[in-house]
């Protein structure tokens, strides 16, 4: 329960609505920046894994850990506002570094927009009650 894996909803109008609109964003961005054409293999992974597995951390596991719920407390009314934002900034700067031969870089758009999303992400998993 500490992590926000909950079936119960708070909210579920709102959270179906913030679902749709993190799609377009998705769908915005990915016009956007016009990457190439992904394989069907890219797209099933990129749907299920990091996806699955980033939420459970930055909106499960994380925020419990910011917040002490870990050891048995209930989570206080309300959106932990400095608790979303720490963990937006985690996984904005997780986005945006990368490695290669020549070492690590930073790319702030890379940064930004993954930034923002995890916001919205924050706010979602705190108002519906759920990961």
């Known amino acids: 329960k500490a992590l926000g894996l909950t079936l119960s909803q708070r909210n579920l109008k709102t959270s179906l609505v913030a679902l749709l609109l993190f799609i377009l964003w998705g769908l915005s961005l ?3 920046f016009k990457p190439s054409a992904p ?5 099933a992974f990129q749907a299920l894994m990091p996806g699955l597995a980033e939420e459970l951390a930055y909106r499960g596991i994380a925020p419990a850990l910011l917040l002490g719920l870990v050891r048995g407390q209930e989570p206080a009314d309300g959106i932990p506002w400095t608790v979303v934002c720490i963990t937006a900034i985690a996984f ?3 986005h945006g570094l990368s490695y ?10 890379s940064s930004l927009f993954p930034f923002i999303g995890s916001i919205a ?4 998993r705190f108002s519906s009650g759920s990961s």
Request: charged residues 10%.
């Open 100 to 109: 290669s031969t020549s070492g690590f870089s930073f790319d702030p758009m």
């Open 121 to 124: 992400g924050g706010w979602l």
């Open 92 to 94: 904005g700067i997780w």
């Open 39 to 43: 394989s069907f293999e890219t797209l």
């Open 30 to 32: 990915g016009l956007l």
